[in-house]
């Protein structure tokens, strides 16, 4: 397998054939996740003539009305909840699609030489096969999970140790758990490796092969067995070129924030000196920031996913093409 050479393809592929953007940000979009607020309650948000102490709470002996407190807020919360889990929904079934499209897009160029048009495309995510790579990523995380949390316990359990009165199977206990944590932790990152390559094979199995879960599994996994040396490669190569992609990003994510702050900032000054209003000046001067720095950041997110999932599916189709024949 020339592999230089397959990533370069698959460059020139994602460069040319636009419908594969559309997926790629839709899966970019679907793919992250959030963070805090960054808020932090400190002493200084208690004004200064109240003290934490009975007698003096800001109240003056009167609290609030919590059975009305709870008689608007229970219900905000629980439509909250609803809209959260809706929205959950929605994003993983736009997730599912957008990454079975992409295969099936890039599977479509190749074996024709044409590319599905968007409409098609979804087409062409929207299916069975869909709902069985879900499912089948679904299973696949649960039994990591179910095996990580098993084999804590012999890690754990040296820690029992602790409970005995003899200083030196104290240590011993703390000693052996260190030890059997660091082994643990390169089997967890060797087990993630592992699973993330063969989910590549497993998915494409389903999607493209249109097999079974039971079967997309087992025939995934000799794939890979029977060309580790070459997928092994592709998967460094995937690595080193995901590592330097951080790295790049990091510039040019500055210059991204610092033109959108300049453009916008400039726009919230202008305002707040013909209005001298704060608010005016926020109204204005957000959307154009918030603008230049989500869509460029959107659109090298996805085309980075396009490209990805494209190396993985030209690297499948060769894999079993040459299983195919040497069968």
């Known amino acids: ?76 919360l629980l439509l909250c909840c609803c809209l ?43 299916s069975n096969r869909t709902f069985r790579l879900w499912l089948l990523e679904l299973l696949v995380g649960i039994a990591f999970f179910l095996l990580t949390m098993l084999l804590l316990v012999p ?46 094979f497993w998915g494409r199995e389903v999607v493209l092969a249109d097999r079974g879960i039971g079967e997309a599994i087992g025939s995934g996994f000799e794939l890979v067995r029977r060309n580790f040396k070459d997928v092994f490669i592709m998967w460094l190569l995937m690595l080193g070129i995901g590592l330097l992609f951080v790295l790049a990003l990091i510039p040019i994510g500055f210059l991204i924030v610092a033109l959108a702050a300049v453009i916008g900032g400039g726009i919230g000054w202008l305002m707040y000196q013909l209005t001298n209003s704060m608010g005016w000046a926020v109204a204005f001067g957000a959307p154009p920031f918030l603008t230049l720095t989500v869509i460029p950041f959107m659109l090298i997110g996805g085309l980075y996913e396009a490209f990805k999932s494209a190396v993985w599916t030209l690297t499948y189709r060769e894999v079993a093409a040459r299983d195919t024949v040497e069968g």
């Not at 260190?178 to 989910?199: E, K, N």
């Open 1 to 76: 397998m020339n592999h230089i050479e397959l990533i370069g393809r698959a460059m020139r592929m994602v460069w040319r054939y636009k419908v594969l953007w559309l997926f790629g940000i839709l899966l970019a979009l679907t793919s992250g996740g959030g963070g805090g607020s960054g808020y932090q309650f400190s002493g200084r948000d208690i004004p200064n003539n109240y003290s934490i102490v009975p007698g003096r709470m800001p109240f003056h002996g009167h609290f609030p009305d919590f059975t009305r407190v709870a008689g608007i807020v229970g219900p905000l």
């Open 155 to 200: 890690v754990l359990s040296p820690l029992l140790l602790l409970l005995t009165q003899s200083t030196g199977l104290r240590t011993f206990g703390i000693i052996m758990t260190v030890l059997l944590g660091l082994l643990f932790f390169i089997a967890f990152i060797a087990g993630i490796a592992a699973v993330s390559g063969l989910t590549e």
């Open 84 to 126: 959260l889990v809706i929205l959950i929904i929605v994003a993983t079934v736009v997730r599912y699609v957008a990454k079975a499209a992409l295969y099936r897009t890039v599977d479509q160029i190749e074996e024709t030489g044409d590319a599905p048009t968007w409409r098609e495309a979804f087409r062409l995510g929207w």
